[in-house]
């Protein structure tokens, strides 16, 4: 595929693009090397813009999602790409001013009030439904950490008094329906405590242990279709009552984790042959943690496919700071529709899921209604030039267990957490992974600028992004980080620097 056109002049790749045919199933890819020759080249620094909270791109590129500072108002806006004209030669002048502002590059469509007075926009959380060019968002109040607990909800896990979620449709804003939980905990950050798949939304509730399985329908209508918690299966509870066992209080271990012990139970049983050591076995491997497996809580969940969950287990502690250094960990692999738990991995020690995550991890985020562009994002299962990153890493590891569990430390999944930008295609371009990646986090600044590195030409280096003011006089003690948004597929980018007590500096990457 590198070698498809035999030149790097972009002319002479127009002309091959004519001539010659890529091998089946190539042709994306092949395609995709043109922007080696198309890259944000010039750069309008600190440009005129609203002082709003710029979100992300949606995956297939046709808006741009901001919030306002008070985190009160949606605002969205449509890219356009800069017009203007000169006498002479274009390339010898510098823009003209009224060129050098936000709306020369971005269309405000509208702005929308979602918050109330008591209620604000979480702004790291955003899923879009392409299909239908739905966006999913969140509001809550503020979090209280000295709740009691109520019935059924886990000690130690902190409470919102409100959190609701929004479906809009971003074509004109119109909000379509709306799902709210009172007195819960979701997280929120990143996306963490949500997934979409297909029409499929699963949420998942810290507080009250309980899988929210919401379907949008083409209407745009949310509507509960399923909950995995203290109940398995719909008729779970009836049962319950029926014969007169109503669970009351902690009487009864929640559903989801009775399959989880069961499955613990069968799997050290089975890993004993011997009749006369099994009950051994059975006292040293489970009943001596039973009450650790029992304290487990649900921390986060993604969709495999429509009838199988990734479950992720830990300690209280570990779902409420998401810190897992210290904490015992476990995957799980949930079918809802026969409610049982199909298999289980421990997070420290699984050389088998750690080999699935390697060879097989664009399995992990797989949607069939991704974007066109969103399926063409590197991993080590389908690039030589990540699988050379990631076996760089283990093998500068010190310790084999302690990388299988950084490594699992991304699982499950967040959804829709890394830009589909050819930019940052790893068998185009090189580029330094600390200071800028595909996964959609907050960078610390660099006084340097970030370097894009041409693969076919390892001593090339194509083009430059850099954050924050153009005479980089800012303080350097002060803490500043940034955010990077690209266009899917324009040479587009946003860089976004934060400095505390200052005003954000917002640049614009583009080719000129």
Partial sequence: MVGFFRSGNLASRVFDRQFLSPRPGATVNTVRQFYENLVPSYTIYDIDCPDYSFRKFTDDGKYLVAFSRNHQDLIVYRPI?????????CDSHDLPANAERFDSFFKQLYSISLASSNEYICKDFFLYMECHQYGLFATSTAQSNDSSATDGAIHGVPSIEK???????LEDGAILDEKAFCN???NLAHSIGAYLYEDLVCIVSLRYQTIHVLQIRDSGSLVEVRRIGAFCREDDELFLYSHGQAAQGNSFLPGIKQRLLSYIFRKTWNEEPDQALRVQHLKKKFYFHFQDYVDLIIWKVQFLDRRHLFIKFGSVDGGVTRSTDQNLAFF???????????SLYQQNSSEELYSLFEHYYDHFHANPQNSSHEKFISSHSNSVHALDQLCTIKNKASSSSQFVKKMMASLPYTC???????????SIFRYDEKLISAIDRHR???EHPIKFISVRQ??????KIKPGSDSGGSDSRAKRISSFL???????ALSIQQTYMQPTVVNVHFRR
Avoid: G
């Fill in 416 to 426: 829709q957490s890394q830009s589909p930008s050819p930019y940052f295609d790893l």
């Fill in 163 to 169: 959190i609701t979620f929004y479906l809009v449709r």
């Fill in 184 to 186: 819960d905990f979701i």
């Fill in 486 to 492: 690209f266009h899917p597929f324009f040479p587009l």
């Fill in 458 to 463: 390892p001593n090339v280096v194509k083009f």
């Fill in 81 to 89: 790409w800069l017009t203007f004209s000169c006498h002479e030669e």
């Fill in 444 to 446: 610390h600044c660099t």
């Fill in 332 to 342: 799980a692999v949930y079918n809802m529709e026969t409610t049982d738990i199909v």
